[in-house]
């Protein structure tokens, strides 16, 4: 049986419903900023960015932009009524002091025990590691966005990461383009397959041993 | 009668040294303190430790002063930039060394500098590359790294309003490092587009206190460069401020 992978927006939109009214929330620069645009109007989320806002609103209309008011990914943003500035180092507390309900990261690779490998690519490219091992170790939940496999057809989802760790064992979820997989202690427990795909298919293309979800419906 | 106002930006950073680490607060392109730095250019110091979060975009600020060859040492946390190709060229080219820090966890040891702080424990990092050779302790089950302090000899910082006691106020998020570098600094000079009589900033609501502050020089505004939007199309559909 065939089956479609979600786009982006579609990963984006399943972890964009899964965010409780009331969580503060810290959305990773690339592909995680994307889940900001599928929060439900109605439901009121904390956007926190690591340079010093909380209440992040959306992008500025045109000609409308203030290059003091930006996010962490350097883009022009707006501040909610009821927003509010601070400085860096409390900013910081707020990430590192387990004051951030979820993070919602990119990877390069996750491993079976939650170790986290999303800040250097390796080889001779330059590091840069900005506030993704503070958000890693410090929020209370960390969500990986990612796709399940790399270009080449590999799994993301691997036994030890081979990139650089970003942090040990503190991956709590995973949404991929294929599932929504839980770290766990019983091992990675895969849910939300998206339509059309089995659970040995996708066993199969991650390789490494998943557990079955009681609970199978599309998302 | 105390008077932190500076003449200029020249005569505010008339005495950085060869050699003298330099905060410089910004992140991306706010609360970047363009005009000090390029006061220090004109000043000629160098083999320079410049401490930002980034490795400066562009042409302006720490861009112009990798340009110049004035620094020896970078300490930031995110170094790779589209733009930063002043900094890449000095990096590819051997000319400068390059210390990778956790973004909070620079950020603490410089509040850890300005608060007297030893050293602290953190959980940011351990277990990775960039804890390689420093010392670790399992503290409450979880695995911590020895972070030292992060001084100053000076701190170069962005602020929007400043009177002539050296109280500061800040604008959006160019806050950023500004009040954290502040304290953890010999000597802080500070620019602002606005200074005022003392009073006039609501002492409820001042961010940096003056004993924070050596110099305060005031630098005109200037049309800004707006950063491009990228792939946030709207971060939650409802109303902005």
């Known amino acids: 049986m065939s089956y479609a992978k979600l786009t982006r927006e579609e990963i984006a939109k399943r972890i964009a419903l899964d965010i409780p009214e009331g969580a503060y929330v810290n959305l990773g620069i690339g592909m995680p900023t994307l889940v900001g645009n599928h929060l439900p109007k109605e439901r009121e989320v904390f956007l926190h ?23 962490a990914g350097k883009e022009p943003v707006t501040l909610l009524t009821g927003g509010a500035f601070f400085h860096h180092t409390d900013s910081f507390a707020m990430m590192r002091g387990g004051h951030l309900d979820i993070a919602v990261l ?19 490219a330059i590091p840069a590691v900005g506030g993704a091992m503070d958000l890693a170790v410090g929020a209370k ?61 996708l066993q199969r293309v991650t390789g490494i041993p998943l557990v079955q979800s009681g609970n199978r419906a599309a998302a | 009668m105390v008077n932190k106002i500076a003449d200029g930006p020249e005569a505010a950073l008339a005495d950085v040294r060869d050699g003298a680490t330099v905060l410089v607060s910004g992140f991306g392109g706010a609360g970047v ?23 400066g975009n562009g042409e302006a600020g720490i861009a112009a002063l990798f340009k110049a060859r004035r620094i020896r040492k970078l300490i930031c946390s995110y170094p790779r930039q589209v733009d930063s190709h002043h900094f890449q060229e000095a990096y590819r080219s051997g000319k400068v060394e390059l210390e990778i ?30 804890a390689n050779g420093k010392e670790t302790r399992i503290i409450g089950g979880k695995g911590h790294v020895l972070e030292y302090p992060l001084h100053g000899d000076f701190a170069l910082v962005k602020a929007e309003r400043g009177d002539r006691w050296g109280n500061l106020v800040y604008r959006k998020s160019a806050r950023n490092y500004g009040p954290t570098m502040a304290s953890a600094a010999k000597v802080t000079v500070a620019q602002v587009y606005e200074t005022v009589e003392l009073g006039k900033l609501d002492p409820e609501c001042i961010v940096t206190p003056g004993i924070f502050v050596t110099r305060v020089v005031k630098v005109p505004r200037k049309a800004r460069k707006i950063p491009a939007g990228g792939v946030t199309q709207g971060i939650s559909g409802r109303a902005a401020a």
């Open chain 1, 106 to 124: 990119g990877a390069f690779q996750v491993s079976v025990s939650g170790d986290l490998a999303n800040w250097h690519s390796g080889g001779d």
């Open chain 2, 101 to 130: 820090v956790p973004q909070g966890t620079l950020s603490e040891r410089l509040r850890a500098a300005g608060a007297g702080i030893g050293a602290f424990y953190t959980p940011t990092g351990f277990g990775t590359n960039l």
């Open chain 2, 33 to 55: 303190p363009e005009e000090l730095i390029d006061a220090l250019i004109a000043q000629g110091a160098r083999d320079l430790t410049i401490v930002n979060n980034n490795a």
């Open chain 1, 49 to 71: 960015s690591e340079n010093g806002i909380l209440g992040m609103g959306p992008a500025p209309a045109k000609g409308e932009e203030d290059a003091d008011l930006i996010n």
């Open chain 1, 141 to 201: 939940s960390v969500w990986v966005m990612m796709e399940h496999l790399t270009k080449e057809g590999r799994s993301k989802i691997v036994e030890r990461c081979t990139y650089p760790l970003t942090g040990i064992g503190v991956v709590k979820r995973i949404y991929t383009d294929l599932a929504v997989v839980d770290v766990t202690p019983r091992g990675l427990v895969a849910d939300r397959l998206v339509q059309g795909l089995s659970f040995d298919e």
